[in-house]
């Protein structure tokens, strides 16, 4: 595993910085999805439709995944392209698919003890997802293979708006902090959430949505850079190395982002 060594400050205020960053519109295309899962490093696009069909676009090809058992699907993470989780927050449920589009790992929390109510989940490293239990309000890092909890955090107040992660590294936005784990579970950074709505992972650097506007967040959470972009309504967003995704709800938006 790569371990990527930062200097962070727990408690700190984010300051807004003068520099805006500029992106440059690559491309647009109309997709018509109701999650965007976004593009792996193979590029293949994954999307879910408004009944339920999970899509792979791969050169010009599309494979689909359904489980109309499971119902709506909340959220899909493709961060780890062999093990793309797929989270159906009505059932409490969640899938893991491989490269291939097929299921290998179906797990109902409703089934499993203890219970587990779970608001959000994204992928952790090895066999590992983090999970957000309402109940015991604490963030978790499960086992899916071993049914155990790797770690658990002190409960954590306020209502959770967002959860991101890599294989080093999870973002756990509340309506009064982000938090910043570690893969190991230990908190890192913790910051007052301004007004941030959501947030997105280009590999270790942080993107937020503020009232509209998107900022990328410093290495070391002291200051927020404006990232000037079109008056487009930003439904969803993501990016990828070098590359900021907009969904707008009918096209999505490719620019060409370049953060030091």
Not at 36 to 60: A, H, L, M, P, V
Request: proline share 3%.
């Amino acid at each position: 595993m790569i371990r990527l060594f930062f200097t962070f400050f727990i408690g700190v205020v984010p300051l807004f910085g003068q520099d805006t960053i500029v992106p440059v519109l690559l491309k647009t295309e109309a997709v018509k999805a109701e999650v965007i899962g976004g593009y792996d490093k193979f590029d293949n696009f994954y999307y879910t439709t408004i009944n339920n069909n999970f899509i792979k676009r791969s050169n010009g090809k599309e494979t689909t995944f359904s489980n109309v058992q499971l119902g709506t699907i909340e959220s899909v993470n493709i961060f780890n392209p062999l093990k793309i989780n797929i989270f159906y927050k009505d059932l409490n449920s969640f899938i893991i698919l491989d490269n291939r589009m097929a299921d290998v790992f179906i797990i109902d929390f409703n089934q499993l003890q203890p219970f587990r109510n779970i608001t959000h989940l994204s992928t952790g490293p090895d066999n590992t997802v983090w999970i957000f239990n309402t109940d015991s309000q604490q963030l978790e890092l499960y086992d899916y293979k071993q049914n155990r909890s790797r770690f658990r955090s002190v409960p954590i107040n306020g209502k959770v708006l967002d959860l991101k992660s890599n294989f080093n590294f999870c973002w756990l936005l509340t309506q009064n902090y982000l938090y910043q784990y570690n893969y190991l579970g230990s908190m890192i950074s913790k910051i007052p959430n301004n007004g941030y709505e959501k947030i997105a992972l280009s590999k270790e650097k942080l993107i937020v949505l503020k009232q509209g506007q998107l900022y990328r967040v410093t290495k070391d959470l002291e200051v927020m850079q404006p990232i000037k972009s079109p008056n487009l309504l930003i439904k969803q967003f993501f990016a990828t190395t070098e590359t900021l995704y907009i969904y707008d709800g009918e096209i999505l938006h490719h620019y060409q982002l370049k953060l030091d």
